[in-house]
């Protein structure tokens, strides 16, 4: 049984689920990748029980090819990336336990495990809801929220992005407990009531690299233990996070009666500048608004300070909030407006921060004690 396939085919292919594949794993058939005939073509499968990712690969000759095989996926993929550029590669399956990969005079010998073994995720589930979403819109949701996923959160529902169906409208939300991010797009009249699912952090992160490449139509179904995104050429398959995701809407503050507009591109320059001197550990910055201004200052424990003045448009009381200075930079680096609107009550009280004149996302940033 022999597969012809070039090294840029396999890597292209590789490199869409190799983000699964570990080189340590406690059942040794999840180092390995699956290379199995679908009713796409020929893909390749790696799971870490978590998530299961699969790309379609395109092979030059595979006519011999009957089962389905396992490889070493980090050590095919090295391999591989250590081909020169236009090589062909030739791979063979000597008996049950051995591969051989050939490319002109280079020959490796890799172990195989039973392909019955390898473990597959089963979604067809019950209440499943299915629906069709641009590739554009899916990754404009998780740019938008996922950085304010938790990490390693004692409250595991925090530990992922929240997706969820409602007036005409999917969203995102995430939060860690001290800032928040939502995002929703247009479901083009598409009946999507009942969608409700927390993807882990994980399942985010591989999903969104799936996502790269060309703009198209990709397939969405959302069961009660799994979320499934699939296109013309790969498919990712996450569990879901079993939990209730607090009420986000409580966080979002109603009652703000300050209203303050600043460039986002400069408001995000200042910050940095200023954030050089800041507490390493806390990363403290003061915001004083004031007069159509804006100052930036943070000091730390050397009695080291810096201070910037940015324009603004605010006409109210003087304010000081101080706040996480990488919360805020996150927030303006995913605003795409050329204006940033900060919505605040007093220097207690979180501040709302979304893009001028998009009502399509919002950003919730505690208030931090300096």
């Known amino acids: 049984m022999k597969i012809i396939i070039t090294k840029e085919n396999l890597i292209k292919a590789l490199q869409k689920i190799i983000g699964v594949v570990e080189k340590r794993q406690s059942m040794p058939i999840l180092s390995h990748i699956l290379f199995r005939k679908s009713d796409k073509g020929y893909e390749v499968v790696a799971s870490d029980l978590e998530v299961q990712l699969s790309s379609v690969i395109e092979v ?17 993929f090295d391999i591989g990336k250590g081909l020169s550029d236009e090589s062909l590669i030739e791979i063979d399956k000597i008996d049950e336990a051995k591969i051989q ?84 797009i247009s479901t083009q009249g598409q009946e999507l009531e009942g969608v409700s699912a927390i993807v882990p952090r994980k399942g985010v992160i591989e999903i969104d690299k799936q996502l790269d490449g060309e703009e198209e139509e990709i397939n969405v179904i959302v069961s009660k233990n799994h979320l499934k995104v699939s296109n013309k050429k790969t498919m990712a398959i996450s569990k879901l996070i079993d939990g209730t995701f607090p009420d986000y809407e409580k966080v979002i503050p109603a009652d703000v009666d300050k209203k303050v507009i600043v460039d986002s591109k400069l408001f995000k320059e200042a910050l940095i500048r200023v954030s050089i001197l800041s507490n390493d550990r806390f990363r403290g910055v003061r915001l004083n608004f004031e007069n159509n201004e804006i100052k930036v200052s943070a000091n730390n424990p050397e009695k ?20 996480n200075v990488n919360y805020l930079i996150d927030v303006l680096s995913v605003i795409k407006t050329k204006n940033v609107q900060i919505l605040l009550k007093d220097a207690n009280s979180s501040a709302l921060l979304a893009p001028e004149n998009d009502v399509s996302s919002s950003y919730v940033v505690m208030p931090l004690r300096l």
């Open 60 to 76: 030059n000759d595979a006519q011999d090819f009957t089962g389905d095989i396992t490889i070493p996926g980090r050590k095919l």
């Open 304 to 323: 080291e300070e810096a201070s910037d003045d940015i324009k603004s448009t605010y006409e109210g009381d003087a304010i000081e909030v101080g706040f």
């Open 101 to 184: 990969i050939k490319s002109k005079k280079s020959k490796f010998i890799l172990s195989a495990l039973d392909a019955n073994t390898f473990p597959m995720m089963e979604t067809l589930e019950e209440g499943s809801i299915s629906f069709s979403m641009k590739t554009s819109e899916l990754k404009e949701i998780i740019g938008k929220t996922s950085f304010a996923m938790a990490q390693q959160d004692v409250r595991y529902y925090l530990n992922g992005l929240y997706l969820f169906a409602s007036n005409n409208e999917i969203s995102g939300v995430a939060t860690d407990g001290h800032r928040l991010a939502k995002a929703g």
